[in-house]
């Protein structure tokens, strides 16, 4: 085996690590994830970016909260705060909405890998 | 070809060859088609019933994506004549049969409502009471028919005793059912069953427009049929108390008509005085039941899952299997107050559990 021989394997290699890191994820952990207002796409978001996002809806504004991986209804104009309660969100196929204001938040990832629906 | 002669420019070539194709290699790799953006996987979704309802199709190879997305748009219509039938509080028929009611008269069931209200009166029967279309009345109480309506304090004991005595006086739902009453107190409600039965209705008039392959999801309620392309639907079942890494209890795949329905305490609820108080409210006592956080029955119809997760968690912890059984409802599972597992021996086999969980076998 030549010095050749072995530069052709250690960049071979480090190819496959690098593929493994950017491309493996948790079998179930959402990528993305997608706004609607009354059932019409709004936007699309990656869930790896920390920020607020503010959702113009029926009532008023609703405010949805990403951070590590995960998204949340902060804030919503309805009486009942069932967004609200619903907690964190990670998980492909999680799915959370604030119905007085028509607002929802569906999250998705690689299906391939992760689950194409949640019974909850 | 000739090969070179030189024994350097040989190896040259032979490396650059082998260069050539790692670099070929690893460009598709990168650039290959991701799984998430399947060509044959069609989905849509939409409000209706009071929560998100979501369609997704898996198509042959023959079938075009335009045609199935016209197809959903023409099933969500079709829905929302669904949800107009069965909503107790509007005026559709079911409306307006409460409202017959409430006027003192006795109803004849519509034929379009006949045969829900038949296995709504069978189920009711073999649940012993514990799943019950006629507790309309209660539900308002409790303020959990209509989600911008939700109290924050639990109504007087007064006023649940009093519907509780109305409901005990009131004649049963029996099958065939083509009249009912009078009984003016008595206001039907199909939310324990009108979901299940809409995923199932969803499948048989998407399965007559050429669609085999499906999921119907509404609001936690699902339907499949079908597989997805050359695996089976996975499943994912909520666990009642996430935290940051558990999202999910549990995961099972399915191929073929089923239906995985899950009633928690935690879909619709308030707090006071330190309580949970949710919409699983038991008819026999008036009040949310205790005991269980979650159950997930899986069967082969939507309507009877449905049905079937209700009085499951009403009856309890001592008391679920011996209703399953009573339903003729053979996997299911439920968790205790502590977060414990009890399984029938016939789910058991499919279900994958995460680590940490407790999980009793139920023979």
Not at chain 2, 54 to 70: F, I, M, N
């Amino acid at each position: 085996m030549t010095r050749g021989d072995v530069l052709a394997i250690c960049v071979a290699a480090a190819c496959v690590g690098a593929l493994y890191a950017r491309h493996w994820q948790p079998p179930v952990a959402a990528t993305r994830f997608e706004v609607r207002v009354a059932g019409e796409p709004v936007g699309r978001y990656p869930l790896d970016q920390k920020r607020d996002l503010w959702v113009d809806g029926r009532l008023g504004r609703s405010l949805l909260r990403i951070d590590n991986g995960r998204v949340r209804f902060v804030a919503s104009p309805c009486r009942n705060q069932v967004c609200v309660h619903s907690g964190w969100l990670s998980s492909s196929g999680d799915a959370a909405a604030c119905l007085p204001n028509r607002v929802s938040v569906s999250l998705s990832g690689d299906a391939g890998a992760g689950l194409d629906a949640v019974s909850f | 070809m000739k090969l070179p002669d030189s024994p350097h420019l040989r190896l040259f070539l032979r490396r650059l060859l082998l260069g050539l194709v790692l670099a070929g290699l690893f460009t598709w790799l990168a650039l290959r088609p991701q799984p998430g953006a399947d060509p044959r996987l069609v989905e849509r979704e939409f409000m209706a019933m009071g929560t998100i309802v979501s369609v997704s199709l898996y198509l042959d190879a023959d079938q075009d994506r335009g045609a199935a997305e016209d197809a959903l748009r023409t099933f969500e219509r079709g829905l929302s004549d669904y949800e107009a039938r069965w909503s107790a509080w509007r005026a559709g028929a079911l409306g307006q049969l409460n409202q017959a009611l409430e006027r003192g008269e006795a109803v004849q069931i519509p034929a379009p409502l006949q045969a829900l209200f038949d296995e709504a009166a069978q189920l009711s029967a073999a649940s012993a009471g514990r799943f019950d279309v006629r507790i309309g009345r209660l539900v308002e109480l409790w303020g959990f028919h209509d989600e911008t309506q939700f109290r924050s304090v639990p109504p007087a004991t007064e006023d649940i005793g009093a519907r509780l005595a109305t409901l005990a006086t009131a004649p049963p739902l029996t099958a065939p059912a083509t009249g009912y009453g009078p009984a003016p107190q008595v206001w039907f409600d199909f939310g324990a069953i009108a979901k299940g039965d809409a995923t199932d209705q969803a499948v048989t008039r998407l399965r007559a427009a050429g669609y085999h392959h499906l999921i119907v999801n509404a609001g936690g309620n699902l339907r499949t049929a079908g597989r997805r392309g050359d695996r089976a639907w996975r499943i994912g079942i909520r666990h009642p108390r996430p935290d940051a890494e558990h999202r999910l209890l549990a995961t099972l795949e399915t191929a073929g008509d089923e239906a995985v329905i899950t009633s928690g305490d935690y879909e619709r609820y308030f707090e006071h005085g330190g309580r949970r108080y949710h919409h699983l409210i038991d008819p026999r006592t008036g009040y949310p039941a205790q005991g269980l956080q979650a159950v997930t029955v899986v069967a082969p119809r939507g309507a009877l899952a449905d049905a079937a997760s209700t009085a499951l968690f009403v009856a309890g912890p001592q008391h679920w299997r011996d209703v399953a059984r009573q339903m003729g409802v053979e996997q299911a599972f439920v968790v205790d107050a502590a977060g414990k597992v009890q399984i029938t021996a016939a789910l058991a086999e499919r279900v994958k559990f995460i680590d940490g969980i407790e999980v009793h076998v139920q023979p």
